[in-house]
């Protein structure tokens, strides 16, 4: 499976990303314990769920599956083999970076078709530089799997960082943005697949992106929902961006499956969907 059958039709096209986050309390809410086999009940409760949504992307939250150990890490590989039978896309939201053989080993673990974890796109850190995530952005492209490379994050610990300026003058994370650009310019047919993340809480222009520069660019924005920022903003957010992909995760797991289908179709509606 591919992005690339995601965005079709108009110029713009925006799709909405559901985070599975199952923290303890978004246990509770699907009448589970927070244990590996709370997490197996909630695991077969929400994939029904998602189906009956009409959910197209999913991104499960990697490490609330580790927590639970080796039964945690097979629940998430149950639920991922569950939204790929079904046809919708998953995002494993791994945040894995690293340098040489080690990026290409969770880059095999995460993006080789038939493997125990495999995903339609995943998160990766670019701390080490991106260049050191070329393993992964070169076997993504060969398996027609998508990368996110973290940009510009929601969590206010990451404004400092981010938005240093190096010896170009340009920050940290539009640095991030250039360096993918030349990675596409060589590999044009991974723009619809390898994107960025950039959070819907972040101050695009003090972070000196300027994303009418880089239109083609796929962009997962987390931030909507629970974290303060309605997704009915989303295209004034990001007016230029034509394939955004805005999550929301605890604003639609929370509550439980109790009116799951309708916070579903009440998120697509304010996002014009």
């Known amino acids: 499976m591919t992005f690339q059958n995601l965005f079709v039709g108009g110029k713009r096209s925006v799709e909405l990303c559901v985070g599975v986050d199952p923290h303890p309390a978004v246990l509770a809410d699907w009448g589970c314990s927070d244990s590996p086999e709370g997490l197996q009940s909630f695991v077969g409760q929400i994939a029904v769920e998602l189906r009956s949504a009409g959910v197209r992307v999913v991104k499960p939250q ?5 927590r639970h150990g080796i039964a945690g890490m097979t629940a998430l590989a149950a639920l991922l083999a569950d939204l ?7 995002i494993g939201d791994a945040k894995r970076g ?18 125990d974890f495999e995903v339609d796109a995943v998160t990766v850190s670019p701390y080490l530089g991106v260049g050191a995530l070329r393993p ?19 969590n206010p610990e990451a404004s400092h960082l981010q938005s240093s300026r190096g010896r170009s003058g340009d920050t940290v994370a539009r640095q991030v943005f250039a360096e993918l650009e030349v990675f596409h310019s060589l ?14 809480t972040v101050d695009q222009h003090a972070l000196g992106l300027d994303l009418a520069t880089a239109t083609g660019m796929t962009v997962l924005a987390p931030g909507f929902g629970a974290q303060g920022v309605a997704l009915a903003d989303a ?11 805005p999550v929301a995760a605890r604003s639609l797991v929370s509550g439980g499956a109790d009116g799951f289908v309708d916070r579903i179709h009440h998120a697509r509606s304010e996002l014009g969907l």
Do not use: C
């Open 84 to 90: 790929r039978s079904g046809g919708l896309h998953s």
């Open 98 to 115: 690293d340098i040489g053989t080690t990026m290409a080993a969770y880059a095999q673990a995460w993006l080789t078709p038939g493997a």
């Open 187 to 200: 590999h044009p047919d991974t723009r619809s697949t390898h994107g960025v993340v950039v959070g819907a």
């Open 136 to 154: 992964a952005l070169e076997l993504a492209a060969e398996h027609n799997k998508g990368i996110f490379v973290l940009a510009a994050t929601s």
């Open 62 to 66: 990697v490490a609330l599956f580790e």
């Open 235 to 245: 295209s004034s957010l990001f007016p230029h961006t034509e394939r955004l992909l």
